[in-house]
Nanobody, 122 residues
Framework: QVQLVESGGGLAQPGGSLRLSCAAS????????MSWVRQAPGKGLEWVSD????????YYADSVKGRFTISRDNAKNTLYLQMNSLKPEDTAVYYC???????????????WGQGTQVTVSS
């Protein structure tokens, strides 16, 4: 069955960096576009970034553009999110996701893992 296991979250100071990873299994990873989504405290799921199956095309929410970088290693079945210049408003649980259907930032449906907590605070 599909498994998505996120890791790499933690506590970072404003302006700091974190790198999230997502180990995928149970499907042909290299054939799927993948996404990162997040859920801040008391809010709904929000789209963050997409990457095409081959890694050549990437897309970002305006709130993270220029600060976050999505990438993937299809040989390792792993998705990444490099987060730089972190802000307190980036505090959320971050989820690796497949088959995401969204309208703008709002997630309609998809499949995601258990998530990893990112807290940005001084």
């Amino acid at each position: 069955q599909v498994q998505l296991v996120e890791s790499g979250g933690g506590l970072a100071q404003p302006g700091g960096s974190l790198r999230l990873s997502c180990a995928a299994s149970g499907f042909t990873f290299s054939s799927y576009s993948m996404s990162w989504v997040r859920q801040a405290p008391g809010k709904g799921l929000e789209w963050v970034s997409d990457i095409h199956s081959g890694g050549g095309m990437t897309y970002y929410a305006d709130s993270v553009k220029g600060r976050f970088t999505i990438s993937r290693d299809n040989a390792k079945n792993t998705l990444y999110l490099q987060m730089n210049s972190l802000k307190p408003e980036d505090t959320a649980v971050y989820y690796c996701a497949k088959d995401v259907v969204r309208v703008g930032l709002h997630i309609l449906r998809g499949y995601w893992g258990q998530g990893t907590q990112v807290t940005v605070s001084s």
